[in-house]
């Protein structure tokens, strides 16, 4: 199927028809024509530019449904700026924030995408921001609708170039530089650098944005014009080197017509610009003169078969703008997708021999399922035939059953804590006699805790049943468990010859345990 590039540039409309990244036709209508039509003054620019347009697919007799467009940069906004490293869900909202500073007018106005490139080293994303203004964009879908095309791509030329580029077999690892130019069609000229094929600095250039000048006096300005394109090659070199004084330009490819290229090759090597020109002839073949309308309308034809690293494309992002993807949209994609019957057949039998080996590996778990089955054993108190509110009822009254055997073993009072603090609490010349914990009618524990002292003074002995007492209240643990600790009794009794003081102390309040 073929399909159609179209090049909307400063001074002229290129058209180029592709089978198969080969280049089957290929016109350029210069604007000239557009205002010395026969057309009356009064009929909009863009319904002549369609008439004209109409009439070139005519004439050649091109036809294709689908295409692709590429515009020049006097119609975008195309700005690299650098952020830090965020956070996805924060990455929009910075870059909207950020792309306010490089834009004169409000970014609703705008259609607009970007690209991220992130830099592990210093740690910040590289912004390439391309925008429209929305009413701009609609002239060139709505001029694609008139003519009957499907749109896949809308991109900046200077893309197309990189594509084009890459075509020819130019290689874009490391930083290199682009310069497109045709100064017999006056068309406007593009300076980018790239690294490893990410745009990240572009110039656009017009030499003489005049239209429909005689050819005398064209022909005297070409050489000014000539003179020109040196002067605004040297002021974007030292213009980039100011702005990335860190990336040194690796090689300059060049793509220009035969006629300059050895009075160039001489003023590039006086600049020490590695300059390399290169060789259109491998893709257009030798019988056609190489343009830099026709190289941009071929570079965006091959949008599809020819993918780039950067992936900006302003027809998807007005589709993302109207809310998603339209059928349209979904069926010019699926327009551009070729069958292939054995690809088919072999993708069929691949996934039939995966499912069969899966059922394969999968039988022997299956028969041992249906044995274990087979021998679990039958529970008399559930019969096959209660329906599922049924079970649902039995269910809860045995959660219930086990919550309530749970709770008897979890709500306990264990004395394991206890009778480890109460030993460390006893002061010197205190001893313990007795243990007693009982539970009374409302279900809280009482512990008594009985025991002697012996210091040789009734005076010392009642402090040390104090401070055994004090001790008590003082340990986190216990206080916590027991909000009541008071010593009951204190009482001096002979024992053989000697007087001993008697205690007993009371810990109620234990608190239950919360459900």
Same mark, same amino acid.
């Given at each position: 199927?073929?399909?159609?590039?179209?090049?909307?540039?400063?001074?002229?409309?290129?058209?180029?028809?592709?089978?198969?990244?080969?280049?089957?036709?290929?016109?350029?209508?210069?604007?000239?024509?557009?205002?010395?039509?026969?057309?009356?003054?009064?009929?909009?620019?863009?319904?002549? +530019?369609?008439?004209?347009?109409?009439?070139?697919?005519?004439?050649?007799?091109?036809?294709?449904?689908?295409?692709?467009? /590429?515009?020049?940069?006097?119609?975008? +906004?195309?700005?690299?700026?650098?952020?830090?490293? %965020?956070?996805?869900?924060?990455?929009?909202?910075?870059?909207?924030?950020?792309?306010?500073?490089?834009?004169?007018?409000?970014?609703?106005?705008?259609?607009?995408?970007?690209?991220?490139?992130?830099?592990?080293?210093?740690? &910040?994303?590289?912004? #390439?921001?391309?925008?429209?203004?929305?009413?701009?964009?609609?002239?060139?879908?709505?001029?694609?609708?008139?003519?009957?095309?499907?749109?896949?791509?809308?991109?900046?030329?200077?893309?197309?170039?990189?594509?084009?580029?890459? %075509? /020819?077999?130019?290689?874009?690892?490391?930083?290199?530089?682009?310069?497109?130019?045709?100064?017999?069609?006056?068309?406007?000229?593009?300076?980018?650098?790239?690294?490893?094929?990410?745009?990240?600095?572009?110039?656009?250039?017009?030499?003489?944005?005049?239209?429909?000048?005689?050819?005398?006096?064209?022909?005297?300005?070409?050489?000014?014009?000539?003179?020109?394109?040196?002067?605004?090659?040297?002021?974007?070199?030292?213009?980039?080197?100011?702005?990335?004084?860190?990336?040194?330009?690796?090689?300059?490819?060049?793509?220009?017509?035969?006629?300059?290229?050895?009075?160039?090759?001489?003023?590039?090597?006086?600049?020490?610009?590695?300059?390399?020109?290169?060789?259109?002839?491998?893709? %257009?073949?030798?019988?056609?003169?190489?343009?830099?309308?026709?190289? =941009?309308?071929?570079?965006?034809?091959?949008?599809?078969?020819?993918? &780039?690293?950067?992936?900006?494309?302003?027809?998807?992002?007005?589709? =993302?703008?109207?809310?998603?993807?339209? =059928?349209?949209?979904?069926?010019?994609?699926?327009?551009?997708?070729?069958?292939?019957?054995?690809?088919?057949?072999?993708?069929? %039998?691949?996934?039939?021999?995966?499912?069969?080996?899966?059922?394969?590996?999968?039988?022997?778990?299956?028969?041992?399922?249906?044995?274990?089955?087979?021998?679990?054993?039958?529970?008399?108190?559930?019969?096959?035939?209660?329906?599922?509110?049924?079970?649902?009822?039995?269910?809860?009254?045995?959660?219930?059953?086990?919550?309530? #055997?749970?709770?008897?073993?979890?709500?306990?009072?264990?004395?394991?804590?206890?009778?480890?603090?109460?030993?460390?609490?006893?002061?010197?010349?205190?001893?313990?006699?007795?243990?007693?914990?009982?539970?009374?009618?409302?279900?809280?524990?009482?512990?008594?805790?009985?025991?002697?002292?012996?210091?040789?003074?009734?005076?010392?002995?009642?402090?040390?049943?104090?401070?055994?007492?004090?001790?008590?209240?003082?340990?986190?643990?216990?206080?916590?468990?027991?909000?009541?600790?008071?010593?009951?009794?204190?009482?001096?009794?002979?024992?053989?010859?000697?007087?001993?003081?008697?205690?007993?102390?009371?810990?109620?309040?234990?608190?239950?345990?919360? =459900?």
């Amino acid at each position: 199927m073929n399909s159609l590039g179209i090049y909307f540039g400063t001074n002229s409309i290129g058209l180029a028809e592709t089978n198969n990244r080969k280049l089957v036709n290929h016109v350029i209508i210069p604007q000239a024509s557009i205002f010395a039509s026969d057309f009356e003054e009064k009929v909009p620019i863009d319904l002549k +530019i369609i008439a004209l347009i109409k009439d070139a697919l005519r004439t050649n007799h091109i036809n294709a449904e689908q295409g692709s467009i /590429c515009i020049s940069g006097q119609d975008l +906004i195309i700005r690299t700026f650098e952020i830090p490293r %965020l956070p996805a869900n924060e990455l929009q909202s910075a870059i909207n924030f950020e792309a306010k500073k490089y834009i004169p007018f409000k970014l609703e106005e705008l259609v607009y995408s970007f690209q991220v490139e992130t830099d592990s080293r210093s740690k &910040l994303n590289t912004i #390439l921001f391309v925008g429209i203004k929305k009413e701009v964009l609609e002239k060139y879908v709505s001029i694609s609708k008139q003519l009957n095309l499907k749109i896949n791509t809308i991109e900046y030329s200077a893309f197309s170039v990189l594509r084009f580029l890459r %075509l /020819c077999g130019v290689r874009d690892s490391g930083v290199v530089a682009t310069l497109c130019f045709d100064l017999n069609n006056e068309d406007e000229i593009n300076f980018m650098v790239s690294e490893n094929g990410f745009p990240f600095f572009s110039r656009d250039i017009i030499l003489n944005s005049g239209i429909g000048e005689p050819e005398a006096e064209a022909a005297n300005d070409q050489i000014k014009r000539y003179d020109k394109l040196k002067s605004e090659i040297r002021v974007s070199q030292d213009y980039y080197r100011r702005k990335f004084p860190d990336k040194a330009i690796k090689t300059l490819h060049v793509l220009s017509g035969q006629d300059m290229r050895e009075d160039l090759k001489n003023f590039f090597a006086s600049s020490g610009i590695a300059a390399k020109f290169v060789d259109t002839s491998k893709v %257009l073949g030798k019988g056609v003169d190489y343009s830099s309308v026709m190289a =941009k309308s071929f570079g965006v034809v091959l949008s599809k078969d020819l993918p &780039l690293r950067v992936k900006i494309n302003l027809f998807s992002a007005r589709q =993302k703008t109207e809310g998603g993807k339209g =059928k349209d949209d979904i069926l010019s994609f699926l327009e551009g997708v070729r069958v292939d019957f054995r690809i088919i057949t072999l993708g069929v %039998l691949i996934c039939a021999l995966t499912f069969g080996f899966g059922i394969y590996r999968i039988q022997p778990v299956r028969e041992e399922l249906s044995l274990i089955r087979a021998n679990r054993p039958k529970i008399s108190s559930v019969s096959g035939e209660e329906d599922s509110a049924t079970l649902a009822a039995r269910d809860k009254s045995l959660k219930k059953k086990l919550n309530n #055997l749970d709770s008897l073993i979890k709500d306990q009072l264990y004395a394991t804590y206890f009778l480890d603090i109460i030993p460390r609490a006893l002061p010197e010349g205190a001893w313990l006699t007795k243990f007693t914990s009982t539970r009374k009618e409302d279900g809280r524990p009482e512990v008594v805790i009985e025991g002697e002292a012996y210091l040789g003074d009734s005076d010392k002995e009642f402090e040390a049943v104090s401070t055994f007492l004090s001790n008590l209240k003082s340990n986190q643990f216990f206080s916590k468990n027991f909000q009541e600790i008071t010593i009951t009794s204190v009482d001096r009794k002979p024992v053989l010859d000697k007087s001993v003081a008697f205690f007993s102390i009371v810990c109620r309040n234990y608190p239950e345990k919360k =459900k």
